[in-house]
């Protein structure tokens, strides 16, 4: 394939992951206002639509207004008030549509003109799946909230946070070498490269534990810094009974577990930067690796910002977003320590 077919696919894998990013931070204004649960039908095809009319209107509220969230939080919620949650949820949903068209159309055409190499079309085909799941995976989410609870289950909502980040990833490695020309990835690895890739774990481990902080509003409480309750390792923590749930039901276990991976997750990055300099990084990979600890050091001021103010939705939505260029430039980094011969 020649260089310029395989930088063509790598734009149009960037762009989408473009479109996850925006996913993710719209998946999070959509928690933060509350709006996850004011479509209460799981309407693939005919979902793509908005109500049209008022009796349209009337049918989707009345469906709402079955649920407990209206019944014990929102209840007495004008048609209004319902529509501003509303359009939440339905731009969510269909951004999820419109990035399914953006993989699967451009995917057929260029399958079609030759220009995906074999071994590269069962990737392409696996991460196609994968965005299906995740789609049910949203709905599977979003169907804990109906019957007995008010909101969704941090488990289901942390396994659709981290499907999304999963999908990301993997277009965004698989975009990596194809803007450079080559596929598969040349292998030259650094000896910092396996270091990298640990990086990018903790990375990950951090996002879902901030999963779990959304989805139990655990950011809520605990609103200093760097004390929690006046303590680093706050009296409650882990008190809880049983032991083994308090790090996903507690809400006070899980705002400490995050604070302290947040910790571990920016020393990792330093000592990376750090190992990095000792052995002289040059070139591109110097550059990631000062990219790297720049994306960590602003994500660590958007967090901690976003604690003390009481997370106010545009902290918190920047935080979010925060994240995602947080995994994007360790996954950077990983690539450039794979082939030191990239400038």
Not at 68 to 78: A, C, D, T, V
Not at 277 to 295: D, V
Request: hydrophobic share 55%; net charge positive.
């Amino acid at each position: 394939m020649a260089e310029q077919s395989r930088r063509t696919l790598a734009i149009w894998l960037f762009s989408v992951c473009a479109l996850i990013a925006l996913m993710v931070v719209v998946g999070g204004l959509t928690r933060l206002t509350g709006s996850g649960l004011s479509i209460t039908e799981w309407k693939p095809i005919h979902g793509a639509l908005p109500p049209l009319s008022h009796a349209e209107w009337m049918e989707e509220f009345d469906a709402y207004r079955q649920i407990p969230q209206y019944k014990i939080l929102n209840k007495g919620m004008s048609l209004d008030e319902f529509k501003y949650i509303f359009w939440w949820e339905w731009g969510h949903r269909n951004l999820g549509r419109l990035i399914g068209i953006a993989f699967l159309v451009p995917f057929l055409f260029f399958l079609f003109r030759g220009q995906v190499e074999r071994p590269l079309v069962p990737r392409l085909v696996v991460l196609f799946i994968l965005g299906g799941l995740q789609g049910f995976m949203g709905w599977y989410m979003v169907a804990s909230g109906l019957t007995e609870r008010v909101d969704v289950s941090q488990y289901r909502l942390v396994a659709h946070l981290g499907l999304a980040f999963v999908i990301f990833s993997a277009i965004f490695i698989t975009a990596l070498p194809l803007w450079r020309g080559e596929w598969p990835a040349r292998r030259d690895p650094h000896p910092l490269y396996r270091w990298s890739h640990i990086v990018a774990a903790l990375i990950f481990v951090q996002i879902l534990l901030g999963g779990f902080v959304a989805g139990t509003d655990a950011g809520l409480t605990y609103n200093t810094w760097p004390l929690m309750d006046e303590a680093i390792i706050p009296p409650g923590a882990y008190a809880s009974t049983p032991l083994w749930l308090a790090p996903f039901e507690d809400i006070t276990t899980i705002q400490f577990n995050h604070r302290m991976m947040g910790y571990a997750v920016f020393l990792a990055v330093v000592a990376l930067f750090v190992a990095g300099w000792r052995q002289r990084l040059a070139g591109w990979q110097r550059t990631t690796s000062l990219i790297l600890l720049a994306a960590v050091v602003q994500q660590v001021v958007i967090g901690i910002s976003t604690l003390v103010e009481v997370m106010p939705i545009h902290l918190a939505a920047l935080h979010q977003f925060g994240a995602v260029v947080l995994i994007a430039t360790a996954l950077l980094h990983v690539d450039a320590l794979r082939a030191p011969q990239v400038r």
